[in-house]
């Protein structure tokens, strides 16, 4: 999730501020693991779970692991 946000820091919603508003404006304390959720909810949203959400994955995904997985050999 951050690295998407990271990589396609997009208008309209700028994801990147998002997260870090959320980071820096945190309500879950001021340890490092409540300033992650904090980004996490900021970005997607505040949810009764977070953990194995179903994906649809593209082609673009699919294609993207493969070609990085054989650059390196």
Avoid: H
Avoid at 3 to 18: D, G, L, S
Avoid at 33 to 59: D, H, I, M
């Amino acid at each position: 999730m951050y690295a998407n946000a990271a990589q396609y820091n997009k208008p309209p919603t700028y994801p990147v501020n998002k997260v870090c508003g959320g980071i820096d404006g945190c309500g879950f304390g001021d340890d490092l693991l409540g300033r992650v959720f904090g980004g996490l909810v900021a970005y997607k949203g505040n949810r009764s779970c977070y953990v194995n959400e179903p994906t649809n994955q593209s082609e673009t995904s699919v294609g993207w692991r493969w070609q990085v997985q054989y650059i390196y050999i």
